[in-house]
């Protein structure tokens, strides 16, 4: 029987499970604290950030793996944990949590996908097949008959809701590379049996010294001159340089499909590096100095590393003028181009690639189907985002600085369609659509907003990129997707309506955020709140536990700007039609509403910022 996902209203107090064959599929929409003390935000402290989530989810079988963590407008971290079953991580199982900034405890708002009673299913996670055996079955299932084609495989243990039925299988990723193409499938195999019941495709396709690159169309780039040096490494004498980094390492293939040495591209310090090739002056030299931006870009613009562990390597001049570029798991891989393309080294192109690498270790969005759609099209919105942090402008074309005819490139982003067989509305989606084509749609998305005024590109880039780290997992479908943006633009401060009106444009409309805005129950202080221009900060306050108190009393003081206080009865603010209002100058700002307002629906906070922003500001809720 085929397992049902359920929405699961998950409360301290009370657990209301559907109880279904085999284990339990639990979806959490954004819950709210249920506990409800003078300070909702001032629980209690744990000295783990597992903690009280812990305490709820945990037994003696589940457990949770802490994965990433970020700061949210609100003065919140959220935070992201794995599910395991007895030490085994559960695919696709991911939660989203938030803990409060100042306290450290847990607000109880909780979103994302948990299985328990996996154990009826799986008795054992000690599996019968060995991982030499399993390796030996993925291999005769690609019919590789010579071994050496092999470069690279990975295998691990993991927990795969699939059907109903928890499965223990081994997940097995290989590069193979052959001298006609290279390949990187994704294997499941049940870890008792050997039966291999899914396949997924894993290859992501698309010292100082002077130095010189770009191409004919882009104009030669002399590195030390109109552009800051290559920082590589050298011997210790200075004479023999190294085209690596703490970062990247830069491989030289020679036409060939993958290195045929170990050590990264190596080259006298006192002349330049000579790898000029159809219209390409020194790719190498590019890809070494735009790999080091792209990290510095996701740095200080998404506050998150592009890869977790660097260095990665880079492969150039892959192939004999291959119009290709991709990321095979072990390096990213660029083509000298062909007749109607120069070297696939551009700022789009290169910064598309390091997005896969980003992608894959986070949310680890599968390459097929919807969510490998959303995947290119997070990628491409990634190389948009760098060209711009490069140049200051970007073409809204991918690929188009390699086009030797014209400006099209390999994709007009706001435009796809236009190639006749990409589409760029959900109603012309079905399932095994090529992901280039079907990208067409966020894609679309992603144009609107950069071109919106009040969002732009470096927030859409901001918003999608958190999104990919705590709200989408590996088989995330648009709908999945758009919710996660939703709750990501929340988390960041930016206006949910506007994102959600550019998806209405494609067919898409998004969940309700109702359950997912952090809730505030009682006595309230919160320190230190900021927003920039274009920011706000957005609390609910659920005013039911109220009923000896006659008023509410809402203010602002501290901190340096302008805040402006604002409550209504709706997730939309619309400041002409708001029922309270303090527009004071300077941050003292004073709201007082009867407590019944607020008892029979809520009453929504809303800081906004007057002109520039204000940073350091507290927020007092007493009632009265």
Known sequence: MEGEKYMFLYEFHRRHIVQIHGYREMSFP?????????????IKTYDSEVGEVSDILANENNGLILVDKADSIEKTKIVRYRETFKGIPVYDAFITTELDSNTGSWTGQISGEWYEDLERDIASVVPLLSKHQALALALSNEKIQDGSNVIDSSIS???????????????????????KDMQRPGIFINANSGLIFRRVQRLRQSSLINAIGGNLKTEKIIYGKNYPPLNVESNFNGTVCSLKSKLVRVYDLKSALMPNRSKPFRFLCNQSIQDEVNGGYSPMSDAFYMSQRVFEMFDQWAHVS????????????????????????????????????????????????FAHVFTESYSNLEYENQSGAINEAFSDLVGETFEFYMTGINDFHIGAKTDKINEEGIRDICNQQTDGLSIVHVQDYYDGMEVHLSSGIFNKVSCILMKNPNIGLKVTFQIYTHANRFYWGPVSNFSDAVCGILKAAYDLGHDTNVMREAFSVVGLNGCNLDMYIRKLYGKTHIQNLMATKNEKIMLAFDGQFTIKNKFIRVFTEGGAGDVDLYLNYNLILKRNKAKYVSVSDGNLEVLQIPAKKCRKKLCYIHLLPKEKGFSGVSLWIDVL
């Not at 709210?32 to 003078?38: A, P, R, V």
């Not at 809701?161 to 590379?177: A, S, V």
């Not at 181009?337 to 690639?353: C, M, Q, R, S, W």
Request: glycine content about 8%; overall charge neutral; some cysteine.
């Open 30 to 42: 954004g819950q709210k604290n249920s506990i409800y003390l003078d300070k909702r935000r001032d």
């Open 157 to 179: 243990l993991v927990i795969v809701p699939w059907n109903g039925t928890g499965i223990l299988c081994y997940d097995i990723t290989l590069l193979i590379i052959t001298p």
């Open 306 to 353: 592009v890869i977790r562990n660097p260095p990665i390597d880079i492969w150039v001049h892959y192939g004999k003028r291959q119009f290709n570029a991709m990321y095979n798991g072990k390096a990213l891989v660029f083509g000298d181009g062909d007749e109607k393309n120069f070297p696939l080294v551009t700022y789009d192109i290169v910064a598309h690639e």
